[in-house]
């Protein structure tokens, strides 16, 4: 009769936990990247009355006679099934699609998370606002990341000047015109490696049917020299119009004036894509540098690269945002603040780039919603509640057993 005692009790205690967790994934059904909690019970001890016997010549066996002694806890899993992504169009919220976590560093100790609702911190570091926790991946160093060293607080400089890009190349677009003998001129801003801007005059003269000499000189005098083969040609197919030499750009060397400290630069000029048509000249010449400018914004693409843009155009990469996976996420430690920590049973973490492995994919502007189905945790709640008044009633039952025993003597 005590067995039955006993038995209901651990049951009061094991639905009680039921509940518990149903009542924490109910309170977390909008926590941003939230993962739902699962009970799952299992009996304990059972005391052996009688034990089994094996079959002789003379009869069959028996069954051994076991009274279970009640039930218990087994696991409280966290079941990480991926969540609705909802919209939030900030530049710094991320939501992770298929698996992984993102690195947050808390000062000396690594730790991670799903919930992507990041923002800039005043120094320019990406960081968790709640927690203050920094955004780990690789900084890029001159527009190249390195993924192979360690990973360090992701940083977006808004507002931070750049030199600029220095030019390499000149290329050329347009027509000249087959029945125009005089020059024809063209400009184009070129750049040195401190952002100053050079204007180059490209002056055309045709010399022949399908021949045309060009030469380069500085639009402005301001000191800026230029050093350019003095027998540059271009040469037209007369059947199309296209050119058929040189076949690569043509070298020029532009020395930027000495009173801005700026040191010469070799720009290739590439014709290859002007033709030689009845039809007026125009060109259009455009250049691969760029003036100095300040970082004005950035996005975050699926793979996780931070790419900058900047005032003068450019766009250059600035980081690369690592993920974690683990061999068994479901042993990772909840921490509080939607954090997670590595566990004994977890495995370590395996770093590296989104859309890599087995790491999901990097949504920008989005956050993941809480995977908590209500439907299915009220259904939940209703079983503890049962299974808690059921126990309570062999609790009851059992009481009255006793106090029957207790009257006999009466």
């Known amino acids: 009769m005590m067995r039955s005692v006993f038995s209901a009790i651990s049951g009061l205690r094991s639905h009680q936990t039921l509940l518990d967790v149903v009542g924490n994934n109910i309170a977390n059904v909008n ?63 991320l939501a992770i699609q298929g698996d992984g976590y993102f690195l947050l560093n808390n000062g000396g100790q690594t730790v991670y998370t799903r919930d992507g609702a990041f923002d ?58 087959r029945d125009v003998t005089a020059p024809f001129s063209n400009t184009v801003a070129t750049y040195d490696s401190l952002g100053g801007q050079h204007k180059i005059t490209l002056t055309f003269t045709k010399t022949g049917a399908n021949t045309w000499t060009w030469t380069a000189a500085s639009a402005v005098s301001d000191g800026t020299t230029v050093s350019a083969p003095t027998d540059a040609t271009i040469t037209f197919d007369g059947a199309t119009g296209k050119v058929a030499s040189p076949t690569a750009g043509v070298e020029i060397t532009i020395t930027p ?42 996005s975050i693409g699926t793979t996780g690269e931070v790419a900058g843009i900047y005032t003068n155009g450019l766009y250059r990469t600035l980081g690369q945002l690592a993920l974690a996976t683990f061999p068994n ?21 395996q770093v590296g780039v989104p859309g890599t492995g087995s ?43 006793l106090q029957d025993l207790v009257n006999l003597k009466r």
Not at 121 to 140: F, I, K, M
Not at 332 to 349: D, E, I, P, R, T
Request: hydrophobic residues 35%; charged residues 10%.
């Open 257 to 298: 004036p000495a009173t801005t400290g700026a040191p010469a630069y070799t720009v290739s000029v590439d014709p290859r894509t002007i033709s030689q048509l009845t039809s007026p000249s125009e060109l259009v010449a455009t250049t691969d540098g760029a003036a100095a400018g300040s970082l004005v914004s950035f």
């Open 120 to 177: 800039l911190a005043t120094d320019g570091t990406l960081v968790n606002p709640s927690t203050g926790y920094r955004v780990l991946g690789w900084n890029a160093t001159n527009g190249v990341v390195d993924t192979s060293r360690a990973v360090e607080g992701i940083t977006i400089p808004i507002g931070q000047g750049v030199i600029g890009q220095v030019s390499t190349t000149v290329t050329l677009k347009g027509n000249l015109d």
């Open 329 to 349: 996420p479901g042993g990772l430690m909840k921490s509080g603040n939607n954090l997670y920590a590595v566990s004994l049973n977890s495995g370590a973490a």
């Open 359 to 401: 790491r999901g994919s990097v949504s920008n502007g989005f956050l993941e919603m809480s995977n908590v189905d209500l439907a299915q945790q009220f259904t939940s709640m209703i079983i503890a509640q049962r299974g808690f008044q059921a126990n309570s009633r062999v609790f009851t039952t059992s009481d009255e057993m």
């Open 31 to 93: 926590t941003t990247a939230f993962k739902v909690g699962r009970v799952t019970f299992q009996d304990i001890l059972s005391q052996t009355v009688r034990g089994a016997s094996s079959t002789t010549a003379a009869r069959g066996g028996s069954n051994p006679v076991q009274v279970g002694l009640g039930m218990a806890v087994a696991a409280i899993d966290t079941v990480g099934t991926q969540g609705n992504l909802q919209a939030t169009n900030k530049q710094t919220d």
